[in-house]
C-alpha cells in the first residue's frame, strides 16, 4: 500500500494528514504538557512526524512493508532525514532515532520529499 504523509507542528500544537489512494486520515493534538510551549517549531514537526507514524501504525492505516512518502516543509528537516545530515539539536536526534526505529521495525519504505509550507496539507491554521 502506497500512503502520502504530512506533519506539522508548532510550539501548543502537532498534526499529521495521510493520503492513501485520495482517503484522507488525520489528526490534530495539543501537545502534551511536557512539550507545551517549551518546543520550537521544528522540534514539534518532528515530534508530529514522530507520534502520526506511531498512530498510523496502531491503527492500522500504515502496514509492514508499505510504502510511505513523507512530505516535509523545513530544508533543514529534509536534509537531516534524507541524507542523514547531522543536527545540532538533542531533541531532534532522539526523535530521529524513535522515527528510524518505527520505519526499520516496520520495514516501511520511504521517500523524503520537499515541498513549501502552503502546500502542506497537515498545516495548522
Not at 502534551?32 to 510551549?37: M, R, S
Not at 516543509?73 to 537531516?80: I, L
Amino acid at each position: 500500500m502506497q500512503h502520502v504523509f504530512y506533519a506539522d507542528g508548532n510550539s501548543t500544537k502537532i498534526s499529521w494528514l495521510i493520503d492513501t489512494n485520495g482517503k484522507l486520515s488525520s489528526q490534530q493534538r495539543e501537545h502534551a504538557q511536557l512539550y507545551y510551549d517549551k518546543v520550537s517549531d521544528i522540534q514539534s514537526k518532528f515530534i508530529a512526524l514522530h507520534v502520526g507514524l506511531f498512530w498510523a501504525i496502531g491503527t492500522f492505516i500504515i502496514k509492514n512493508k508499505d510504502s510511505v512518502e513523507i512530505i516535509l516543509d523545513q530544508k533543514e528537516m529534509f536534509d537531516h532525514l534524507s541524507s542523514n545530515k547531522t543536527i545540532d539539536d538533542e531533541f531532534i536526534k532522539k526523535r530521529t532515532g524513535f522515527i528510524n526505529q518505527l520505519i526499520n521495525q516496520r520495514k516501511l519504505e520511504i521517500k523524503y520529499t520537499l515541498d513549501t509550507e502552503e502546500r502542506n496539507l497537515a498545516k495548522i491554521k
